[in-house]
Nanobody, 126 residues
Framework: QVQLVESGGGSVHPGGSLRLSCAAS????????IGWFRQAPGKEREGISC?????????DYVESLKGRFTISRDKATNSLYLQMNDLTSEDTAVYYC??????????????????WGKGTLVTVSS
């Protein structure tokens, strides 16, 4: 059974940085995609970045986050990361690790995702 466990959330001042981690387990095939979503208060869940496990190809989905948010992984430990820099109040959200049994990330839409972590809260305030 696939399990995704996020960590690393918390409170930070504007301009600060956080690094989220996701410990993944239970995949029976190397063909899957894994990545990050976030959901701000009153808003829909938004896909941020995705990486396909087999080839390591990264797809980013939010133009305004490019250059500030970086996805990475440690394949040896089945760990996924999201480095978030220069945070603003608009980045306040619950951040979710997500995965699906696909070989490519595609649209990275929340409605299609098979596996979710419980989420970790990131609060950016002064």
């Amino acid at each position: 059974q696939v399990q995704l466990v996020e960590s690393g959330g918390g409170s930070v001042h504007p301009g600060g940085s956080l690094r989220l981690s996701c410990a993944a387990s239970g995949f029976v095939s190397e063909y899957y995609v894994i990545g990050w979503f976030r959901q701000a208060p009153g808003k829909e869940r938004e896909g941020i970045s995705c990486i396909n496990n087999n080839g390591g190809r990264i797809s980013d989905y939010v133009e305004s986050l490019k250059g500030r948010f970086t996805i990475s992984r440690d394949k040896a430990t089945n760990s996924l990361y999201l480095q978030m820099n220069d945070l603003t109040s608009e980045d306040t959200a619950v951040y979710y690790c997500a995965a699906a049994p696909w070989d490519v990330c595609g649209d990275w839409s929340a409605r299609d995702i098979n596996y979710w972590g419980k989420g970790t809260l990131v609060t950016v305030s002064s």
